[in-house]
């Protein structure tokens, strides 16, 4: 399951990515002609339009793989970067910027020997392109003042964009996956309901309030497995949902704790007239016991109530509320 949500992750951040490129791309090439550059600036911009629009199709209609990922960002190394070192200027170009960003992006992307051959080329083109500038300056064409000055404004708006969009993708992934490990830490992934490691520390916060007014109830599914073994194990869950459903319905009110003990076992601590719980119980009860009788009409739900008061720990009122389920189950069976 992690494994198909990182996959996940990196081809929703590549197809951002080549929407970002093509986005780009089509700025640069409409900001050079607006301010009357020569159209052989304008290239590498269309080169990579056109190689962010064809990886676009190719992923959306045939499918992620490594190999076209892994073509797209040697094509992007291998081609596009040293063009534009070249074309933008050379060492005086903000290549480095982009070779930084292709660094991050291709380390997360890829995997594998795909990756390290990527990072591979990008640190030896960045060599290569140096070294060609070193070697041969006057290859290098010189922008006047005020076309770096125009350049100026067109890349390095474009680097931040990129980078913000990096930065923001991973901050809402982090954001996301960080719900959703709190949500596993603490909720019942089933029903939604509290689940038992946290419902037993807050019932432990609970006795070292010193708050012990309310009643615990404790409540079994009898013969749930015959739900199983008669329809299958997803119509049990059905049915543990619906129960889930039902006991939030009647119980949830910002006071009260309703937690999924575990497996067809259910918890809740009630903090209203003691009096009228009983009542509410026999509603969940019928509620239910109409849900599954055309499942398997034997399914029945049985409860047991303990107060907390008079009780030193969560252990004892859990005991006591269990005694008196179990013995409501056995009186059924003797009746």
Known sequence: MGLVKETNLKQGFYLVLLKAMILLSAFSIIGNLAVGYPLSLNI?????????VCSLLYERHRGFSERSKFLFFLVLTGIVLPFGFIDAGGSDSFTIAYVFFLLIVASYILDGWYRNTIIAVIIL????VHTYAHYFPERIPVLDPGSFFVDQLIQVPIVLFLSFLVVRYFADAYYQTNRRLMQLAHFDELTGLLNRRNFNDILQKQFESGNHNGHLIMLDVDNFKMINDKEGHLAGD???????????RHFDNGKNMISRWGGDEFIVVYFGESG????????VKTEFKDYVKNIEPMVDLSFGIAPLQGCQTPNDVLAKADEVMYEKKREKKNS
Not at 238 to 248: S, T, W
Not at 276 to 283: D, M, N, R
């Open 44 to 52: 590498k911009w269309i080169f990579l339009l056109v190689l962010a």
């Open 125 to 128: 083109a960045f060599i290569g």
């Open 238 to 248: 059905d049915g543990l949902k619906h129960l889930g459903a039902i006991l939030r």
């Open 276 to 283: 009228h719980v009983e009542t509410v119980l026999e509603q």
